[in-house]
């Protein structure tokens, strides 16, 4: 079973602020990072790349001079045979209903959301593990690909 952590909306821009704790266990045994943008600083990769390799989008919080590398605006991707676009703000689903995707990755809400619909089979908004709403803890996505799909919230 290939494993999935998608993140979002961490917004950590001091250098000494580590990772939660939490993220890092719910992380623990992935197989890749998705990272839905809204980074702020260059940090956050580098410790979440030390749990595994790490994909990544810029949202609007995200200074390219903050960054040693370049992040695009989105990005889709095959993972095990799932198609899966990345945005930082989720685009208008009619309008990608050419792409054929299996999974919409999103972010920007800071609220966790998992979604059906007919256009994209599976919506994802992990919410922020550092931000979280007043009416939600800090969350992240866990995504188990197999021959189906499973995506868990998981409450920090």
């Not at 998608?6 to 992380?27: C, N, Y």
């Not at 966790?112 to 931000?131: A, F, M, N, V």
């Amino acid at each position: 079973m290939y494993k999935v952590g998608i993140i979002s909306d961490t917004r950590m821009s001091d250098p000494g602020q580590p990772l939660p704790a939490r993220v890092k266990e719910a992380f623990s045994g992935v197989d890749l990072i998705i990272h839905a943008g809204n980074i702020t600083k260059e940090f956050v990769l580098v410790a979440l790349e030390a749990i595994a390799p790490v994909v990544a989008v810029r949202g609007a919080l995200d200074d390219p001079a903050d960054f040693s590398r370049e992040l695009p605006t989105s990005k889709v991707m095959d993972v095990q045979g799932f198609k899966i676009g990345i945005y930082n703000q989720r685009p208008d689903i009619q309008a990608l209903a050419s792409e054929k995707l299996s999974i919409l990755v999103s972010g920007n809400t800071c609220l966790p959301k998992i979604q059906e619909t007919e256009t994209i089979p599976l919506l994802l908004d992990p919410g922020s593990p550092t931000i979280p709403s007043k009416h939600a803890r800090g969350s992240v996505i866990l995504l188990k690909i197999d021959k189906l799909v499973f995506s868990y919230i998981i409450k920090l």
